[in-house]
């Protein structure tokens, strides 16, 4: 069996940019491509934590440096610039290696500098 766990995020990135006019997709830092693992062309879910909204595009390869976060096409109406969210993308993974699984999360201040890394979401406790 298969299942699809997170392989990596950008958490807390901030939107930078929105084009609306662009054919879709979300333009990413290189960098910040690079250190979450984020492949060009990958699909990637966008999560506001704004406004809540939720939504799925694909990832392209901004100038690296830029701490670019552009939001395009349809989905621009989804975010505004200063918008913070969490860039997740998923991997299907054999459920006997799941357990052992560690995505690669990456956390962002609001210049999109990366501020630590870790594999694992700490214990959220009540």
Known sequence: MQLTMLKCKLHQARVTHTELDYEGSC?????LMDAAGILEYEMIHIYNIANGERFTTYAIRGEAGSRMISVNGAAAHKVNVGDRIIICAYGQIDADKAAKHQPVLVYCDENNEITHQR????????
């Open 119 to 126: 594999n694992a979401v700490p214990l959220q406790v009540a």
């Open 27 to 31: 333009a990413i830092d290189g960098e």
